[in-house]
């Protein structure tokens, strides 16, 4: 029993910043890898950024350089920083947690992220 529980996000100007967290509750045993997706309207959905339980990370080319993924294994928590946001960005946020023994992947709710030119 897994739940992921997602804050932040909101209305931001274009060159603003944004972070977004992602708490982990329930059974986390043999969780490894974590990310953020997003899908924006009429577009499919796509990995952000993931990060590995030894920290380890990657990143969707549209956002190098931009955002930085992190988590804090104590607090079962991972974060999106989001720097020099873009109107491209705008799209509703996913944090996702997969289970690398039973192979499951689990869910937030997702935010909705706006960036205003």
């Known amino acids: 029993q897994v739940q992921l529980a997602q804050s932040g996000g909101g209305l931001v100007q274009a060159g603003g910043s944004l972070r977004l967290s992602c708490v982990v509750s329930?059974?986390?045993?043999?969780?490894?890898?974590m990310g953020w997706y997003r899908q924006a309207p009429g577009k499919q959905r796509e990995l952000v950024a993931g990060?590995?339980?030894?920290?380890?990370?990657n990143y969707a080319d549209s956002v190098k350089g931009r955002f930085t993924i992190s988590r804090d294994n104590a607090k079962n928590t991972v974060y999106l920083q989001m720097n020099s946001l873009k109107p491209e960005d705008t799209a509703v946020y996913y944090c996702?947690?997969?289970?690398?023994?039973?192979?499951?992947?689990?869910w937030g709710k997702g935010t909705l992220v706006t960036v205003s030119s």
């Open positions: 990060i590995s339980s030894g920290g380890s990370t």
């Open positions: 329930g059974s986390i045993f043999s969780i490894d890898h």
């Open positions: 996702n947690a997969h289970n690398s023994v039973t192979r499951m992947d689990y």
